[in-house]
């Protein structure tokens, strides 16, 4: 194979890489699913009933209005949460978050988190009873039992409400409600029999998710849909695969079911917000995640033990539900204070957990430090090159040396002429008598890769990012820079182009054209291939990236460019320290020796 075709395999090969990359990060929305491909699954807990088809013209928050409307409600209101809750079913159904806003726009309304059915995208929790031995459904409370208000008038951190139902037959039901000051709800479930005979059933909880969230990101990096702990099992269903539990057997349900022995929690997970169902810990439970196709309702179940309650006694089953913000200290309290095993796995730490643990460990101490994130993450990155300096000094000093080398290896590739086995023994040589190895330039950038993938994971997952401003523009970090090239980064009187449109991925923002500038003056300071082909693709680098990514979180963006500018200063150091004298693009002007040391 001669040399052209060597060096067209290696750009092929090379560009196919940047665009499998592309890919990877950004892949294809998956294609929806007819969700009347299948029947309505049968269930163990009796099934909520499907959403009303919304008005036509009606808008979501329209939709939504309406269906709050619907029946008598007990209103929620806590430092966190705002909402009320259902006396049909005695669902919580309608649940806003106080601190969250959409968008960055100053009229932006708060986040809303559940939603009642009737509305565009329902979304609820629901509590009852199974029956056994002689009951029936219609016995014992379900998803449309009415409810009333036994004691309380307003959920709130210091008053819990209390619902009563008595199904005409000698059992009295109750549901006591209470809220902390943060997203943690606690249910206390009780039922007392005034009957002749002992009767049997079993407590439930359930979130219900009509259809699949229309604001779902779609991207590898961050997981939505089911999540699970059972007796320290993590585990995550996609909401495309939860589909394929109808698949085996499309008469019945598919469903999920796992024996979960003392801890564990199931529920529903997004970017920044998640509602679980927590058992107590210690209690046995029966964990399920099924979906019905005809309805397309997702669903996820946490059904306590069968209990027994003689004539004249009264049962109770007290379990907890999050409904909130994925907030790293709120879930690490729940997690360390309330035993709540394994609950800071529900953040989407991902494989490198063993790293992004740490970092955001490290950037959410520093932000405590200095109070703002963006200067937190170049102080994280100081952090981070001072860490590995130890490991990449020596491959300074070799890049150094293999700098300093260039002319020689320029003068042996003429003298080879087209002779390529020469010139490899006469570059080994040359190694071997000036001690380089080529090799070891590589460990920078073998050791950035896994902790750049891993900031990138903290920054997106973790909402202390989510709408955290750093200086001027940048007014979130998880989101691309804002500005662009188009009206000359603002200074022209037209806006910038919308972000995700081709315009705005042409015309780059100011912080992209910083990292491309940064990556090609740390590039200078580093050898350039042997090869031109090599080179050339090397060359083009910098300016690739910068446009690659400039639709990645400005908060990343902003580690790139300080990493660069640290390992270009260090290198610079480095270089000086050896006895070479680089001018500012890494070129070599001059050499000079040290002294040395007095014996």
Same mark, same amino acid.
């Given at each position: 194979m001669d040399d052209q075709n060597k060096n067209l395999i290696l750009a092929t090969a090379l560009s196919f890489l940047v665009i499998l990359g592309w890919f990877i990060m950004f892949p294809p929305q998956d294609q929806a699913v007819d969700p009347?491909?299948?029947?309505? &699954?049968?269930?163990?807990?009796?099934?909520?009933?499907?959403?009303?088809?919304?008005?036509?013209?009606?808008?979501?928050?329209?939709?939504?209005?309406?269906?709050?409307?619907?029946?008598?409600?007990?209103?929620?209101?806590?430092?966190?949460?705002?909402?009320?809750?259902?006396?049909?079913?005695?669902?919580?159904?309608?649940?806003?978050?106080?601190?969250?806003?959409?968008?960055l726009e100053p009229d932006s309304g708060i986040v809303t988190l559940l939603s009642p059915v009737g509305s565009d995208e329902a979304y609820y929790t629901l509590y009852g009873w199974s029956p056994s031995g002689d009951l029936a459904f219609e016995d014992v409370p379900?998803?449309?039992?009415?409810?009333?208000?036994?004691?309380?008038?307003?959920?709130?951190?210091?008053?819990?409400?209390?619902?009563?139902?008595?199904?005409?037959?000698?059992?009295?039901?109750?549901?006591?409600?209470?809220?902390?000051?943060?997203?943690?709800?606690?249910?206390?479930? &009780?039922?007392?029999?005034?009957?002749?005979?002992p009767q049997k059933m079993a407590p439930y909880g359930v979130v219900v998710r009509h259809g699949v969230p229309k604001n779902l990101k779609g991207f590898f990096i961050i997981h939505e849909g089911a999540i699970r702990m059972s007796d320290g099992s993590l585990e995550e269903t996609s909401y495309k695969d939860m589909r394929k539990l109808d698949y085996v057997d499309r008469e019945a349900a598919n469903a999920e079911v796992i024996d979960v022995k003392k801890n564990g929690w199931?529920?529903?997970?997004d970017h920044y917000w998640m509602t679980t169902l927590v058992p107590t810990p210690g209690q046995g439970f029966t964990s399920v995640e099924k979906y019905s196709a005809k309805?397309?309702?997702?669903q996820t179940e946490a059904r306590l033990p069968t209990m027994t309650v003689a004539p004249g006694e009264t049962a109770n089953a007290t379990s907890q539900l999050f409904a909130g913000a994925k907030v790293w200290g709120t879930i690490r309290s729940y997690q360390n204070n309330d035993g709540i095993q394994g609950f800071i796995d529900s953040i989407d730490w991902g494989w490198f957990f063993f790293l992004t643990k740490p970092i955001f460990f490290a950037l959410h101490t520093l932000n405590g430090m200095i109070g703002n994130m963006g200067w937190s993450i170049i102080a994280l990155t100081l952090l981070i090159k001072a860490i590995v300096l130890p490991l990449a000094f020596k491959s300074y000093v070799s890049m150094a040396k293999m700098k300093e080398l260039q002319p020689q290896m320029e003068k042996l590739k003429e003298k080879?002429?087209?002779d390529r086995q020469k010139l490899q023994q006469e570059m080994m040589a040359l190694y071997k008598r000036e001690k380089v190895n080529p090799a070891s330039g590589c460990l920078p950038i073998l050791l950035q890769v896994p902790i750049?993938?891993?900031?990138?994971?903290?920054?997106?997952?973790?909402?202390?990012?989510?709408?955290?401003?750093?200086?001027?523009?940048?007014?979130?970090?998880?989101?691309?820079d804002p500005s662009s090239l188009y009206n000359f980064w603002g200074l022209a009187p037209w806006p910038a182009p919308e972000p995700g449109t081709t315009l705005a991925l042409i015309f780059?923002?100011?912080?992209?054209?910083?990292?491309?500038?940064?990556?090609?003056?740390?590039?200078?300071?580093?050898?350039?291939?042997?090869?031109?082909?090599?080179?050339?693709?090397?060359?083009?680098?910098?300016?690739?990236?910068?446009?690659?990514?400039?639709?990645?979180?400005?908060?990343?963006?902003?580690?790139?460019?300080?990493?660069?500018?640290?390992?270009?200063?260090?290198?610079?150091a480095i270089m000086r320290s050896q006895g070479y004298k680089p001018d500012v693009f890494g070129n070599i002007v001059g050499s000079f020796k040290r002294k040395a040391k007095p014996k």
């Open positions: 009347n491909a299948a029947t309505q &699954s049968t269930a163990t807990t009796p099934a909520p009933s499907a959403a009303k088809a919304p008005p036509s013209l009606a808008s979501p928050a329209e939709t939504r209005t309406a269906a709050l409307a619907e029946g008598v409600r007990v209103p929620i209101d806590s430092d966190q949460l705002t909402g009320s809750i259902s006396l049909t079913g005695g669902r919580i159904d309608d649940l806003s978050l106080k601190a969250y806003r959409k968008t379900g998803p449309n039992t009415t409810w009333s208000v036994e004691s309380g008038t307003t959920l709130t951190p210091g008053t819990p409400i209390t619902l009563v139902w008595k199904n005409g037959k000698g059992l009295t039901f109750r549901r006591t409600i209470s809220v902390d000051k943060e997203f943690m709800f606690t249910i206390n479930q &009780s039922v007392e029999n005034t009957g002749a005979k199931i529920g529903f997970t309805q397309d309702i997702f080879a002429g087209d750049f993938f891993s900031l990138y994971k903290v920054i997106f997952v973790t909402i202390e990012l989510r709408q955290a401003p750093w200086i001027g523009w940048i007014r979130d970090l998880s989101a691309p780059i923002g100011i912080l992209p054209l910083i990292l491309g500038i940064s990556m090609w003056l740390q590039q200078k300071l580093n050898p350039a291939p042997t090869d031109p082909t090599q080179a050339m693709v090397f060359a083009w680098m910098p300016w690739v990236f910068m446009f690659m990514l400039g639709r990645f979180a400005s908060g990343l963006v902003l580690y790139w460019i300080a990493n660069n500018t640290i390992t270009f200063i260090q290198q610079y």
